[in-house]
């Protein structure tokens, strides 16, 4: 499989910004896709969730409120809704699979996306 995530900007605080990631090649309904970030000086976080098959979805607890990440199966692409944006939300922004259930760690990952810079300005 091969991920492209795009959409990421410059975009001031409090302001919404939609990120998406498609998935080219062999996708499987039980695989989980997931975001993560990395903001400048930081180690790569996870940022939310989503299970292909159910549409289950869960959430860092740093931004859970804020985003919202959902799919579009037909066209094999995760989006994540960004709203309310603060500063410290800067970071480039990752997509990738997991074939593990709820995995919110980077190494339970095996297919990641290039990235995408996301800027909040204040």
């Known amino acids: 499989v091969q991920l492209q995530a795009f959409g990421g900007g410059l975009v001031q605080a409090g302001g919404s910004q939609r990120l998406s990631c498609a998935a080219s090649g062999r996708v499987y309904s039980s695989w989980t896709m997931g975001w993560f970030r990395q903001g400048p000086g930081k180690e790569r976080e996870f940022v939310a969730g989503?299970?292909?098959?159910?549409?289950?979805?869960f959430y860092a607890d740093s931004i859970k409120g804020r985003f919202t990440i959902s799919k579009d199966s037909a066209k094999h692409t995760v989006y994540l809704e960004m709203n309310n944006l603060k500063p410290e939300d800067t970071a480039v922004y990752y997509c990738a699979a997991t074939t593990a259930v709820r995995a919110t760690r980077r190494n339970e990952y095996f297919a990641w996306g290039q990235g995408t810079q996301l800027t909040v300005s204040s």
């Open positions: 989503i299970k292909w098959s159910t549409g289950s979805t």
